[in-house]
């Protein structure tokens, strides 16, 4: 019983210090906690949307001078059947390839995109920050070659991304370089290529490539060659020429295992590094010829008598750091 006053003592004083009459009001302690309360809850959904909020306004504003301009350039979009690639788009720079997409249609401010070539991902899309990258073209004198926009909306089967809408951009005239930029190859055997069908992943350097460039090209007439057209700290773009007899697999996601050679012009000495690749494209080129878009996935370390492969994220760096010497 004693100890029960001593608390209750206790409580009372605390009641008079915060200013109470004594008794407990709890209508009065609520609106306090209340009034801390909600202003912290708006100031962080501010802060936690902001982007969100600040891209609404900024959107708005844009269609209320060139709401003409951007249905007609939406309008392109749709009935060309633009390829646009979509990246995250962090700190300014284009991160990580999301996919491939084609514009569907265009509805409520909404893009709403057929989805391609769709890498795995974990990431949170919704409301990510993305640029998407288009052919160039140009629209009233200007050229446009990408936008950045908000994923409206996202839709995945664990890690495959299966459903893709866009909020219609602010404006559509950045012109912003890919975080790869590609070297053209100027001449035949500035970059060398030996390629192995991916299930020879564990054995390719006891083999025969399946595939490779060569010397002298004149001199192969129509035998199966490649050819090198350019390449990146991503991956290459390259073409099977007289494409026949015993290929490996050539389709959209089939894997190469590559070895690739470089000229470096400072040192007058090739420097090489071994890749597994994925093939993200695939096209017609002319003269039958078969060209493909492949992306650097894997990065071989020989060990010992064989190799190890560690998992690449977006570039091989070395090689990044390699191409941007000799470009300098």
Request: glycine share 8%; aromatic share 10%.
């Amino acid at each position: 019983m004693v100890e029960f006053l001593a608390q209750s003592d206790y409580l009372r004083e605390v009641q008079r210090t915060f200013g109470s009459s004594g008794h407990l009001n709890v209508m009065e302690l609520l609106t306090q906690a209340l009034s801390l309360a909600i202003p912290l809850a708006v100031a962080y959904l501010l802060w936690r949307f902001r982007l969100l909020l600040l891209y609404g306004v900024g959107r708005v504003l844009s269609r209320m001078l060139w709401s003409a301009r951007h249905r007609a350039v939406e309008n392109y979009l749709v009935s060309r059947g633009v390829l646009i690639e979509v990246w995250l788009f962090e700190d300014g720079e284009p991160r990580r390839k999301v996919c491939d997409a084609r514009v569907n249609s265009v509805q409520g401010g909404r893009m709403v995109l057929q989805v391609l070539n769709a890498q795995p991902t974990i990431a949170r899309l919704k409301n990510a920050r993305v640029v998407c990258y288009t052919k160039p073209f140009a629209y009233s004198g200007k050229r446009i070659n990408a936008f950045v926009t908000l994923v409206s909306h996202a839709a995945k089967k664990g890690i495959v991304l299966k459903e893709l809408s866009i909020l219609t951009p602010i404006r559509y005239q950045f012109i912003i370089r890919r975080k790869h930029s590609r070297q053209k190859v100027a001449r035949e055997g500035a970059v060398r290529v030996k390629a192995w069908a991916g299930r020879k992943i564990n054995t390719f350097w006891m083999v025969r490539p399946d595939l490779q460039t060569v010397n002298n090209p004149a001199r192969y007439d129509d035998r199966t060659r490649l050819s090198v057209e350019n390449i990146s700290a991503g991956g290459l773009r390259m073409f099977v020429i007289n494409p026949k007899g015993d290929l490996p697999p050539l389709d959209k996601g089939s894997q190469l295992v590559l070895r690739v050679s470089i000229w470096n012009p400072k040192t007058r000495k090739y420097s090489f590094f071994t890749a597994l690749g994925t093939i993200r494209s695939r096209f017609s080129a002319r003269g039958g010829a078969v060209g493909l878009g492949i992306q650097f996935t894997s990065e071989g370390e020989k060990k010992g008598t064989r190799y190890a492969w560690h998992t690449v994220h977006g570039e091989i760096k070395t090689l990044a750091k390699f191409l941007a010497s000799i470009e300098g």
